[in-house]
């Protein structure tokens, strides 16, 4: 019994020998052989997502790899779709955004939902899973506490990864006045970095990904536990596969691929699959190795 994916393909091929019933069996049995296996690959459309690749533990590059927890469910999630397959290609943020933008990309995880910001991208898949946004200052910077986000943080010098939108309305409103300053960096290592070094007071981000990347940096010699601290919970935030609505019909596939898409994440949430993903990332990025300091 073919896969379902390919069965289009195995049925057409199937139908062509049935009318050639004059066939001699054996010659019909081995060009079934030959003929259908290809005919079903045929049938299979690779869809490539664009993936952030400076995004730990969540989303990054690793030996021109996409790796991280979103890549991992987007690779058990192409596992259960039926004529698709999922293609993976990491690229910087922004170059991700700007292919979304201009309608040469189908698809970018996994961004957080800004409909506003982004009038480009849509629709958004279901969610893949969930980040608790955090904000982490120099202990210098940290007291007395600061309880009141963002009116508290006034006059600080913020790290943000570029591209990414995290602090809600009134925190983009103060950096848009100067009343707070924003740098941005690639990624989680280096805006770190910058703060321990003093170039910046605070950074915000997943509360994970800055953990994870602390204690790589500790590992290291390069972090000191206690020189930054927590100090504000923001918000949650959900990551999403979003998509392009600028590609004038040039993935004719997309809305099927959405549906299919949607069906195989909520199946996955429902089992517990995504949470099983996320154990074993976790694990594994703890252990890992970090990249040599710049």
């Not at 800004?114 to 898949?125: A, L």
Request: charged share 20%; hydrophobic share 40%; net charge positive.
């Amino acid at each position: 019994m073919p896969p379902s994916g390919r069965a289009s393909g195995y049925n057409r091929c199937i139908a062509i020998l049935a009318r050639h019933h004059a066939m001699r069996l054996p010659h019909a049995c081995h060009l079934l052989l030959l003929l259908c296996p290809a005919w079903a690959a045929a049938d299979v459309q690779t869809v490539t997502i664009l993936t952030d690749n400076g995004y730990p533990p969540y989303s990054y590059e690793a030996a021109g790899q996409a790796q991280g927890i979103y890549n991992d469910i987007l690779r058990a999630a192409s596992s259960q779709l039926r004529g698709f397959q999922i293609e993976l290609k990491p690229v910087p943020w922004k170059r991700g955004l700007a292919e979304l933008e201009n309608g040469k990309a189908l698809a970018l995880s996994p961004p957080y939902y800004r409909p506003r910001e982004r009038p480009y991208m849509q629709p958004y898949s279901v969610p893949m899973l969930s980040e608790q946004v955090v904000a982490y200052c120099r202990a210098a910077v940290a007291q007395p506490p600061r309880k009141r986000w963002p009116d508290d943080y006034r006059g600080l010098r913020f790290g943000n990864n570029a591209g990414f939108r995290p602090g809600g309305d009134a925190f983009w409103s103060m950096v848009g006045q100067g009343q707070i300053a924003l740098e941005e960096a690639a990624d989680v290592r280096t805006n770190l970095l910058k703060v321990i070094r003093g170039h910046l007071d605070c950074y915000l981000n997943d509360k994970l990904a800055i953990q994870l990347e602390l204690a790589r940096l500790q590992q290291q010699g390069l972090y000191a536990p206690g020189a930054l601290l927590l100090t504000a919970n923001v918000s949650e935030e959900q990551g999403y596969v979003g998509f392009t609505d600028r590609d004038q019909g040039r993935f004719p596939y997309k809305q099927e691929f959405l549906r299919q898409l949607n069906q195989a994440l909520s199946d996955m949430k429902r089992s517990g699959q995504i949470d099983r993903i996320i154990s074993r990332a976790l694990d594994a990025a703890r252990a890992q190795s970090a990249p040599p300091s710049f």
